[in-house]
């Protein structure tokens, strides 16, 4: 190619035919079936190129990285193992963007293969004692059982898998882990697999009871829904004394101090360091076994109670967690970003987190607090990987195979459509109506969408104005108190139109 000329070139790459077979097929053939899969998915625009590439590049990366069986590798060329929370997450952002089929795949996949017995999930692709089980991924499988009935309107997969998901929900009530006094969950690890011989001792971690107050309060709505009053009644109540002690139990709430903290040992203390018992087991000159204070908080995962709404999220409590985050920005790094957790407890490498950033970015966005959010959703586009949408697990030196990080986390992903679609337009599936409640970023005035949800196509346009906030529904003027419109499932595709005061 000389210089000032442009060449093309198409790559065909088949996976079920040979080539003989291709070339029987047209290229404006394939061009034209590729263009009707991708005029399938849900869209949006931003009216902003930096945006609208996160959320392209999400919506086309997650649906190249789970296959049609329901099988994804969680971090691509790096871990070749399956989590069920990452799958989960990835369900639900599949749902988002109106990947029905990848989702349910996925999750028939969790439940058939990544689901024992007796309720236990696997993660790394194996399967734990209760005393060292991811529990929150009983909580985050729920919800995205949940999602995808309300997206889809089809209950085919609760139907069939019925007597498996009531193992999930009801395996984080065994007598091993669950306080009938509080109902609490504890075990001996935490969110992000840190365990006994880092430190951790026996307690409550927040992330455990969040994603299972959410998930035991779903999955009473999918037993309802099945007309399974008496179960569904009890896995509400569970739900609901969880979530009393959760936020207001005088020994064992997670909060302290007026803001969300990780974790609290069984006696009820917070745990605030974690001390392990054999520093010369750990990897030398990482901050754990180096550190004589390794302090655990702050932690991303405790900003997800404002992320799910748990808590009002323009409460001193939202915004004194929210401050706390800004200790993980740039810890021992200068280049941007947030690590999962205090650096002073980190067995493996200090850098920042993209899905874990995200975490935060979502709680900022709810709370209102938009320059936080821009400033993580720039340092995601500019990066390395962020052009090409294909973000590392982590930013920095490993010490540990694989090094150096190679691995394309498809949570990251999942993360970023959420942000989008869930809280940004604010599209949000129930049972039997849709809430819609935008959150424009500031410098944005304007955003269309068009989803499908339950075969019906919706047309979205979000306008920021010199008006009275309210909504227009295939022309009819609609009020929206709290800022957040309700309609009852359309019988036929409908446009809305949001028109949002200017502040």
Excluded at 169 to 180: M, N
Excluded at 451 to 462: E, W
């Amino acid at each position: 190619i000389r210089p000032g000329e442009s060449r093309s070139v198409s790559v065909i790459t088949t996976f079920n035919l040979s080539r003989d077979e291709y070339e029987k097929i047209s290229k404006d053939e394939t061009r034209r079936e590729t263009s009707i899969y991708w005029r399938s998915k849900n869209s949006i625009d931003m009216y902003h190129d930096g945006l609208n590439h996160l959320y392209n590049v999400s919506r086309s990366s997650i649906c190249a990285a789970i296959g049609q069986s329901g099988k994804m590798d969680a971090g691509i060329w790096q871990y070749n193992m399956e989590w069920v929370r990452d799958q989960s997450m990835a369900a639900v952002a599949s749902c988002m963007i109106n990947s029905l089929d990848r989702a349910g795949s996925v999750l028939t996949r969790i439940l058939e293969n990544s689901v024992d017995d007796f309720g236990s999930t696997t993660d790394a692709s194996r399967t734990r004692t209760i005393e060292m089980a991811e529990l929150d991924q009983n909580g985050q499988l729920l919800y995205a059982l949940w999602t995808h009935w309300v997206w889809s309107g089809d209950d085919g997969i609760i139907k069939n898998h019925w007597n498996k998901i009531k193992k999930v929900a009801d395996y984080v009530l065994k007598p091993e882990c669950y306080d009938p006094q509080t109902g609490l969950v504890k075990n001996s690890r935490e969110f992000w697999e840190r365990a006994s011989n880092h430190g951790v001792k026996e307690g409550y971690e927040n992330a455990y009871q969040l994603w299972n107050i959410i998930g035991l309060e779903k999955i009473s709505r999918m037993a309802a829904h099945l007309d399974l009053q008496e179960e569904g009644k009890r896995w509400q109540r569970a739900s609901a004394l969880m979530k009393k002690s959760f936020l207001g139990h005088p020994k064992y709430s997670l909060i302290e101090n007026g803001r969300f903290v990780k974790r609290r040992a069984a006696d009820g203390d917070v745990q605030r360091i974690f001390a392990p018992p054999n520093r010369k087991n750990l990897i030398e000159g990482m901050p754990l076994s180096a550190e004589s204070s390794p302090l655990c908080d702050p932690d991303t995962s405790s900003v997800l109670p404002v992320v799910f709404e748990i808590v009002d999220t323009e409460s001193s409590l939202a915004e004194n967690t929210l401050r706390e985050m800004e200790k993980l920005w740039n810890q021992r790094w200068d280049t941007g970003g947030y690590g999962r957790y205090n650096v002073l407890s980190e067995p493996d490498s200090p850098g920042p987190w993209p899905f874990a950033s995200l975490f935060v970015a979502r709680a900022y966005l709810e709370a209102g607090n938009f320059d936080k959010v821009w400033r993580i959703l720039d340092w995601l586009l500019n990066v390395q990987g962020g052009k090409g949408g294909a973000w590392w697990e982590f930013y920095g030196e490993r010490p540990t195979p694989p090094l150096p990080p190679v691995g394309i986390v498809v949570w990251t992903w999942a993360e970023l459509i959420m942000l989008f679609v869930h809280h940004m337009a604010g599209i949000r599936p129930g049972e039997d109506s849709i809430t819609i409640r935008p959150r424009l970023l500031d410098k944005l005035d304007n955003l269309d969408a068009s989803f499908t949800i339950r075969n019906r196509k919706i047309s979205l346009a979000v306008r920021r104005e010199n008006l009275e906030t309210h909504a227009i529904v295939n022309g009819k003027r609609n009020k929206m108190p709290g800022g957040a419109l309700i309609i009852p499932y359309p019988e036929n595709d409908a446009s809305v139109e949001i028109f949002l005061k200017r502040r």
